[in-house]
């Protein structure tokens, strides 16, 4: 269950919302980047921002020097339209040339297009009826990708489902490793096997992490295998439920391969202990045992070395570490958030230069190359656009944990007057709040209309260690409730905040704490719950990803409904006063309609005030601009209604 969601009920009109600051330049944001293994170039797959934050359906793909000296913007051949968007770029072993997908607008199609380092030559290289993603070299200078043939939707469980109308009994489309062999694909792995992440090896096969079955349900059951010849076999199977793995990188040796291991909520939403196992088959080796942080990616760097990025608390860390274990040697650490490809960097080898993606909550996103600490600046789009916030790491002691989390305050608050202060819970549960730059959208709203904003790391969070991240299994809402109080509680005592002016919202696992908590406490006067979940019961059998639930709560709930019930905000519907206002995806398979439909019909049954919204063709997050402005909108007047 990932971050902020939305979705409409009535026939409302889109209504036009600028909020505070939209007179300022749109943020640029780089999603995507890939440096060429000379050291020359950097691609980036990048696009404005809307007013209100969402990300524009229009996107770019750029080719700059990394000296800074050229810049080429692609002209895709389908113009400047939405979802004429590329994606996955990629720099062939000679670094002669760029290879991109690129989806074709109104169907989940993509072709796969190369093009010159200098910008010139763009070819057509296939053309293929489903959704491709992850192009990479391998060995013997081969095009290898995931591709999903005949695909209903869009990949991920956080994508707009697919109409639930027929039989639905009948086999998914699954995601499978493929080779570009002239104007075809070779499939790798078998028809029967959704592969999620993947790596090569020397020799020539690959390893992935893959399960049967529904590819947006099952990633929670999935094992790591090794794929050759038309076959596939196990190399590391989780000993437990409650260990989910990602990013396989093999070493460049091709001996082993390290993965991270630990509890994930969701796909993409990476945390735990890094893990190496022998290609050749043997017992795999939690190499970061006891580690109090969690590892979220990580690569092989240029040196052969393993390098992970870690989130430590309030900072992310870039170590190295040696395959026997020992202690962490750190080559950089910052309050910031990196992203590259692996371990937040884009590689250059054998150069050791890098590329990768920084910002923080004041300083917007630029790419930056070089040496790894020793990066400076190739972008400057972003260039003068500051957040008027401070921002402050607060820590404190909960249940015997020591919980971190983020206070945000408009610039020179002064003492003299206190805030109104809004709580913002994080999704997943195992995911965190790191340092983004605070541009257009509701959070930086809200601080412009004078609220202090409160973002927890309760239990349950990545960036303590796996004992944390697990301290919430059979126990939502319930220790982390406690952990979010204590931290709400601190931040009164060391900051201007006015405790009688206090509001809650989160989405997803956030709309479901914000669900939960107005049920457990009078404190919050005013809640916004997107894309929560008001009932595990009947979630279970409503949502597209059960599997996730397990981990958590031990068992099915036809098998253990009391712990699902315990941890349910409508059993405690009856305790509710605060005014709730809530939103949701139509087309929502992690968290759906239903569960806001029957809190707000509660509510509404029960006299307490209460609003809600349904977003039409979202899924479980806002994509279209003008349901991100409604809900932000939505968001703010309802704030400031029973706030100030």
């Given at each position: ?5 939305v979705?409409?009920?009535a ?26 293994p ?26 700059r ?17 939405a979802?004429?968007t590329?994606?996955?770029p ?5 670094s ?31 053309q ?9 070299y ?5 095009l ?14 956080t ?9 639905l ?16 694909l ?7 096997l ?7 090896t ?26 050759a ?7 590391y199977?989780?000993?437990?439920p409650q260990s ?6 093999v ?5 082993e ?17 890094v893990f190496?196992a ?8 939690d ?28 900072a992310i860390?870039l ?11 750190t ?15 884009a ?7 890098t ?6 909550f ?15 600046p ?22 015997g ?8 305050l ?7 007057a206190?805030l ?28 412009e ?29 319930h ?6 109080l ?23 696992y956030?709309g ?22 008001s ?12 599997e ?28 509710v006063?605060?005014?709730t ?24 049954d029960?006299?307490?005030?209460t609003?809600?919204a ?13 349901h ?13 209604r029973?706030?100030?």
């Open positions: 269950m990932s971050n902020a969601k979705c409409w009920l026939g409302l009109a889109a209504l036009a919302f600028t909020p505070a600051g939209a007179a300022e330049r749109p943020l640029h944001r780089y999603l995507e980047i890939a440096m060429s000379d050291g020359a170039h950097v691609a980036a797959v990048e696009g404005d921002s809307t007013p209100a934050g969402a990300l524009q359906p229009t996107r770019q793909l750029v080719i020097g990394a000296d800074g000296a050229s810049v080429v913007t692609i002209a895709l051949p389908c113009g400047q339209v979802e004429c590329p994606s996955s990629v720099w062939s072993p000679d002669s040339h760029l290879a991109f997908a690129l989806r074709t607008p109104g169907t989940h199609a993509r072709s796969i297009y190369s093009v010159s380092a200098d910008g010139t030559g763009l070819t057509r290289l296939l293929f009826d489903g959704v491709i993603g992850d192009l990479r391998v060995s013997g200078g081969r290898a990708m995931l591709a999903t043939a005949g695909a209903t939707k869009e990949i991920g469980a994508q707009a489902g697919a109409p639930i109308t027929g039989d009994s009948g086999p998914t489309p699954e995601q499978r490793i493929a080779v570009l062999a002239g104007d075809h070779d499939f790798v792995s078998p028809p029967d959704f592969v999620y992440e993947y790596d090569a020397p020799d020539g096969a690959f390893v992935g992490t893959a399960a049967p079955g529904d590819g947006d349900n099952n990633w929670w059951t999935a094992k790591l295998y090794r794929f010849s038309g076959g596939a076999r196990v190399i199977s989780p000993p437990d989910q793995i990602a990013h396989p990188q070493s460049p040796d091709g001996r391969v390290a993965f991270i291991s630990g509890i994930m909520s969701d796909f993409g939403s990476t945390g735990g202990d190496v022998p290609l050749a088959g043997g017992a795999a080796r190499v970061t045992p006891n580690l109090a942080a969690s590892a979220t990616s990580l690569a092989y760097g240029c040196d052969g070395k393993l390098l992970v990025r870690l989130l430590d608390g309030a860390r170590v190295r570490l040696s395959a026997d274990g020992g202690q962490p040697e080559l950089w650490s910052g309050a910031e958030s990196l992203s590259g490809v692996d371990a937040g960097l590689f250059a080898c054998p150069s050791a230069t590329a990768t993606v920084r910002e923080s004041t300083a917007p996103p630029e790419i930056a190359v070089g040496p790894i600490g020793a990066w400076k190739l972008t400057h789009a972003n260039e003068g656009l500051t957040s008027p916030i401070e921002a402050r790491s607060l820590t404190w002691r909960s249940d944990f020591r919980v971190q989390g983020w206070l945000l408009p610039a020179h608050a002064g003492a003299a206190k109104p202060m809004i709580t913002i819970v994080h999704g997943g549960p195992a995911a965190a709040v790191t340092p983004r730059f605070v541009g257009p959208g509701l959070d930086r709203t809200l601080i209309h004078g609220y202090a904003l409160f973002l927890p790391n309760p239990r349950g969070s990545f960036g303590q260690g796996e004992a944390f991240t697990r301290a919430n299994v059979r126990d939502f809402g220790g982390d409730l406690r952990d979010i204590a931290g709400v509680d601190t931040a009164i005592r060391e900051a201007p905040i006015d405790g009688t002016r206090l509001g809650l919202t989160g989405g997803s956030g479901y704490m914000t669900m939960w908590a107005v049920t457990q406490t009078h404190r919050f006067k005013a809640a916004v719950a997107a894309a929560g979940v009932d595990w019961l009947s979630y279970y059998g409503e949502n597209g990803i059960d996730w639930m397990i981990p958590y709560f031990g068992k099915s709930v036809y098998d253990d409904p009391a712990a699902y019930a315990r941890s349910s905000p409508i059993e405690f519907i009856r305790n006063t605060t005014p206002f809530e939103y949701v995806g139509a087309q929502d398979i992690e968290c759906p309609a239903p569960q806001t439909e029957e809190f707000w019909h509660a509510l509404h029960l006299g307490v005030p609003s809600m349904i977003y039409p063709g979202e899924g479980h997050g806002l994509r279209d601009a003008a991100a402005a409604d809900a932000d909108r939505r968001s703010l007047e309802w704030f400031d029973y706030l100030k």
